[in-house]
């Protein structure tokens, strides 16, 4: 396929998640006033977003924005801080507790297992709740449940609060609904990227932290440290964030003006919506990402995918203390290996800033001119044909620097560096290899974050949902079968283990090319891009259905 974007038509997105309280609540009882503003049978009337506009998360200014987004980043940090700092508490543990290690990573599986179901039971709250209640409650909740993980008598009290512990973190679904919240779906993009670098460097950080509290203090102060950081994070949380949801702000303004006797018949959308926590429609939304999860080609197959690269994050989790002890690496040493996934992940950042600005100036010249596959063009291809024009190095950099396949590079690399002295002499090679991975792990999650953002539109939260789900389940799954993958695997174990790991990258890489070319045929036969192709034609191309509303109408 030629190496160039797609033309035809981006579909835009109304809102993140699953919006219920955007839907209108009694359609059938309202009818217009003379100003032309919506009005019930019993006089009341439902503010409307332009009545309040310059009070929605839209209107923030843009310092403020991100001021606020950087609290998220950091709230986003310590709850995969969590997932992965549990690491180097396992050897520990094993010795108080006279338990197997293997039998230690229980506690790490069951809080990535049940981390990645909490998001999707968070979710639908924070919409009909708000975005800053529900983080809040999460953020107690996790920093209640490190106190039995801290004190824990036994082991099985100590996985019993990691459950309870990853089950409370309401995680991405939250995170990126206040992206929703804030932005635009077609400028979303670079807090989009801004998120998804805190999700993966979350995980990164837990290793290099814990090395040091591993080295210097007892087990126990694994979740102490837990505590502490997560303390630290609600209350920065509490004392900066504000509401961010727009149904929960014009609820308030409607509040305002009935009570200074401004506007005393205006109420806002949750206000009249009847049967607002019914059990069908609670229901409905928590099994949308499931069900798009099974049965939308594209959301499985790219969530695989994504969940697979995050997965090797934690089974190198495991596997870096075996590769590196053959340079005499000790606890410290083996915890600042970690260093160049972090570079990885900042490179890749980076790497998308030009590519978000190409996009959103065409964007802005026409609104239709980018297919939502565009946005894997990065990921596939590494450039695009007039990148670095009239700059050979630049042009050389851009266009033959393709990132999905760096994840099979880098792990075969990593695999057969992995020999150590005196075959590998030194222990830079597969640090090397590390970045190039890290460098495919955050590409592959933001571009498929964002290409399902931009296919599914208003069911963008359940197929975003879906992902989320892969990535904690598998890294959970990850955790268990590691070290004895690392460990038993022919005469050459370690080698041998990141080898398998590379086919299966290749493997698993390859749907996303498919999804490039044949993209548009593959949503044309969804039954939720034809239900979106629908509403399009009969709202004359401006999407406005949002997710909650269309569970209604099913």
Known sequence: MPKQDYGAKNIRVESDSSDKGDASPIHAERGASKDGKSERADGKREIEESECSDKLGFSYPTWKKWMILTVIFIVQVSMNFNTSVYANAIMPLSKHFSISEQAARVGQMIFLVAYAFGSELWAPWSEDLGRWPILQLSLFLVNIWQLPCALAPNFGSLVVGRFLGGISSAGGSVTLGMVADMWQADDQQYAVAYIVLSSVGGSVVGPIVGAFVQRYLSWRWNFWVQLIFGGFVQVVHFILVPETRATIIMDKEAKRRRKTGEDPNVYGPNELKEHRFSTKEILETWARPFKMFFFEPIVLCLSLLSGFSDALIFTFLESFQTVYEQWNFGIIAIGLAFIPIVIGYLIAWFSFFPFIHRHRNIRRKDPDALQPEARLYWLLYGGYPEAGSGNVYLALIYNFLPVAPLETIGLFGFAWTSLGPPR???WIAPMIFSTLIAMANYAIYMATIDYMIASYGPYSASATGGNALARDFLAG??????????????????????????CLAFVVTVPIYIFYWKGPAIRERSRFAQTLASDKKKSGGQPVVTEGEKADAD
Do not use: F
């Not at 799954?477 to 790991?501: D, F, K, Q, V, W």
């Open 424 to 426: 590998v002499a030194h």
């Open 477 to 502: 799954i990850a955790a268990m079968y590691a070290t004895p993958m690392y460990s038993n695997i022919g005469r050459m174990p370690l080698e041998y283990a990141t080898t398998i790991l590379a």
